[in-house]
């Protein structure tokens, strides 16, 4: 999904899962330093999705905070079926809530490595397509050596990007978010954090296109 829109002054997105343990969101909130937050909807075990087990805690902190949400599924899908079953289960998660940030699939897992870049891209737009069918504005996460050996970004090339790269200086390839450090500290969460930057305001762009409404 691509859309034209105004850049904004750099904002900062964190993403968070059960790794981080209980979050003081108030405390997050009140320190000015977070723009919105990407919560992992699924994990996997043994290449088995679940949902993960502070995900509904962390999304209603947000929403009644008003801090901006998406999320993100970490994916080991290597056929169809598999995929559909990582997407089956997103949906159950997601059901009747609301997203102001982007939809990702984190495509970093070793196991992808099975498929070439074609097959493995290509499986990975389809789950982009579905998101998008469901009303969501899809995006993938790769770091970039994965995009640079795992992946055919032309066939990615439709969906925004949200690149994960930790050397220090912004990325030249096309993104939407870029995660620049797993080293972050952001008061409220104990231990260091996943922070990202992007130019885009997402909740405005979903806002005027209509990806901000219950998911069904």
């Known amino acids: 999904m691509t859309q034209k829109d105004r850049k904004t002054p750099p904002l900062t997105v964190l993403d968070v899962s059960r790794w981080q343990g209980g979050i003081d969101w108030d405390t997050v909130k009140a320190s ?64 009747g809530k609301r997203l102001q940030l982007p939809a990702a699939i984190d495509v970093e897992d070793a196991r992808l490595r099975a498929l070439t870049p074609d097959a493995l891209s290509a499986l990975v737009a389809g789950a982009a397509r579905q998101l998008e069918h469901w009303g969501l504005y899809a995006m993938v996460y790769p770091y970039t050596h994965f995009a640079d050996t795992a992946l055919h970004m032309d066939t990615l ?9 930790y050397r220090g200086k912004r990325p030249t390839r096309r993104h939407g978010m870029w995660q620049y450090t797993s ?20 909740p405005a762009l979903l806002h005027r296109a209509g990806l901000d409404r219950t998911i069904l």
């Open 32 to 95: 000015g330093r977070v723009h919105g937050v990407m919560l992992r909807a699924l994990g996997s075990r043994n290449g088995t999705p679940y949902i993960d087990p502070m995900f509904e805690t962390n999304y209603s902190a947000c929403i009644r905070l008003g801090i901006p949400v998406g999320v993100y599924y970490y994916s080991c899908a290597v056929t169809a079926p598999q995929r559909d079953a990582e997407l089956a289960l997103l949906h159950d998660a997601l059901r």
């Open 157 to 165: 090339a439709p969906f925004d990007l949200w690149l994960a790269d």
């Open 183 to 202: 080293r972050g500290r952001v008061p409220g969460i104990s231990g260091p954090v996943d922070l990202s930057r992007t130019e885009k305001d997402y």
